[in-house]
């Protein structure tokens, strides 16, 4: 007698078994390691923003007169020993500071600001206690809107750090 083959299938045959389960767990793990990338990327954004803004209320604090005549109606930072930007900037190096200068207009001013905001930089706020001639303290508010890195993340997120000093007497 003469046996026909079986046309049974082997239900323990695993082959592809590995690649459906790799393509199920993959974007998954993916999207967890971006998303680790992109949320590591915006605390270092956030805490650099609260460094530039302790550096800028400390020079804000050290400078005796923060204001001086530039022009008729413009009462800018003197910038002496050195900028708040320059401060700003040399304590949050990778983030992008705004390089306008933080100017008033009135001659007694309690506020600086720089005369135009830019999108994607830093941009400074500086009141003063008093009048910023004399202040008795400052405080620096840093404004930034950072942008995430990964395609879900691409959102845009408002940050913002203020410090306060007190003026240093001479």
């Given at each position: 007698m003469r046996m026909r083959p079986s046309l049974r299938v082997n239900r323990r045959d695993e082959t592809g078994a590995t690649l459906v389960e790799f393509a199920l767990v993959a974007p998954l793990v993916f999207l967890l390691i971006f998303g680790l990338i992109g949320g590591s990327y915006l605390a270092f954004q956030n805490a650099s923003l609260h460094d530039g803004a302790t550096a800028g209320a400390r020079m804000a604090s050290i400078e005796t007169s923060l204001v001086t005549q530039d022009a008729p109606n413009q009462y800018c930072e003197s910038g002496s020993p050195t900028s708040i930007e320059?401060?700003?900037?040399?304590?949050?190096?990778?983030?992008?500071?705004n390089p306008a200068p933080l100017c008033a207009t009135s001659a007694t001013p309690t506020e600086l600001t720089q005369g135009q905001t830019v999108d994607g930089d830093v941009n400074i706020t500086v009141i003063c206690g008093g009048t910023c001639d004399a202040p008795t303290s400052t405080t620096v508010t840093l404004t930034f809107d950072a942008k995430g890195i990964a395609a879900p993340f691409g959102l845009t997120y408002h940050m913002t750090a203020t410090s306060q000093d007190p003026v240093l007497s001479p």
């Open positions: 320059q401060a700003v900037k040399g304590a949050a190096p990778l983030v992008k500071v």
